[in-house]
């Protein structure tokens, strides 16, 4: 069974990037009626290119959204700070570890770059396609417990990780639904999936703080990232998945979609 559990601070909003880049999109669409912040292109419905007009948008709101925008209720995403998250995979192949991470803070997002949209707005479905040029970067805390390629695995302290993305690729399934007499916007289905070129991982007090067996443990699973990615990746990918769609549903919960979408 592989168990992915995650836990963010509403009351301040803590986005994952991939979150972000959702919920601009419609902030994009609106944003000549809802008084959106400088840096907010805002785009019709009927232009012809209208995926055009959005991409392009996305790529200039980007470097407000590392400062963030209170205004928008969006904080600064340039560290992003992700309270915690919990990854049991039991049965794996090549690994069986339950891992804890917390206070992480993932930096270089402000480098992302957006390669294409295509939003589909009779059938309320929007595809992203994300390049990150620069490593991601998370620094925190982490416990582990457990065995990579039959290897022990055990320990808690700091951590950093740095991983390699050539692109994210994300599909949202919109679905309309009326409240209040507005048509709002629902989540309806979302997947993310990515492709990484490299993963370090250096983990610190592993095995009972043994210095010698510890480095030669971060050595093993730095030859080895491979398969420790491969055994983990669906895991990262359901919580990204997760965390988008309830945080971004919060966004169309509050904002019509004829507020959304301009004629």
């Known amino acids: 069974m592989k168990v992915v559990h995650f836990f963010f601070n509403m009351s301040t909003q803590l986005f994952i990037f991939c979150g972000l880049l959702i919920t601009i999109i419609v902030t994009i669409d609106g944003a000549a009626s809802s008084n959106l912040p400088k840096g907010f292109v805002p785009c019709k419905k009927s232009d012809p290119k209208l995926n055009e007009c959005i991409k392009n948008g996305l790529q200039i709101a980007i470097p407000y ?8 209720g969006l904080i600064k995403i340039d560290p992003l700070r992700i309270l915690e998250l919990k990854i049991n995979q039991e049965s794996g192949r090549s690994v069986n570890l339950d891992l804890k991470f917390n206070d992480i803070d993932l930096f270089n997002l402000k480098h992302t770059q957006i390669k294409s949209v295509h939003y589909d707005s009779v059938n309320y479905n929007a595809k992203i396609e994300v390049l990150l040029p620069e490593s991601l970067l998370l620094e925190g805390n982490y416990e582990a417990n457990g065995n990579v390629l039959v290897v022990p695995i055990k320990g808690k302290g700091k951590c950093k990780l740095a991983i390699d ?11 309309p639904v009326e409240r209040n007499g507005n ?3 629902d989540i309806n289905n979302l997947t993310i999936t990515f492709i990484a070129t490299n993963l370090n991982l250096q983990f610190e007090n592993l095995m009972n703080a043994d ?20 055994e983990l990746q669906p895991n990262i990918e359901q919580f990204m998945g997760m965390a988008l769609q309830e945080i971004s549903q919060h966004f169309f919960n ?10």
């Open 211 to 230: 210095k010698a067996l510890s480095n030669n443990i971060n050595v093993f699973l730095n030859e080895n990232w491979r398969d420790i990615l491969k």
């Open 165 to 175: 993305i050539s692109k994210v690729d994300l599909n949202v399934q919109f679905k």
């Open 65 to 72: 959204l590392a400062e963030g925008v209170p205004s928008v």
């Open 254 to 263: 509050s904002i019509p979609e004829n507020e959304i979408l301009l004629a």
């Open 183 to 185: 048509t709002f916007m």
